[in-house]
């Protein structure tokens, strides 16, 4: 009886959780986009991009 009660609890923040970001964008810090790009690794980018598909 109480873990059904947890549960439902659960489920509710999540549902709530999930129509109160419904519908939102993501935000966009410029800052932290530069940042990213600046500090990755494109080392393995040559791998990524000749992928064969299979198939």
Do not use: C, F, W
Request: proline fraction near 2%; glycine fraction near 4%.
């Amino acid at each position: 009886m109480i873990l059904s009660a947890v549960i439902i609890v659960a489920l509710a923040i999540y549902v709530r959780h999930i129509v109160y970001t419904a519908g939102k964008d993501r935000k966009v810090d410029p800052e932290q986009v530069q940042r990213i790009m600046r500090d990755l690794d494109y080392s393995h980018l040559d791998r990524v991009m000749n992928r064969r598909r299979k198939g």
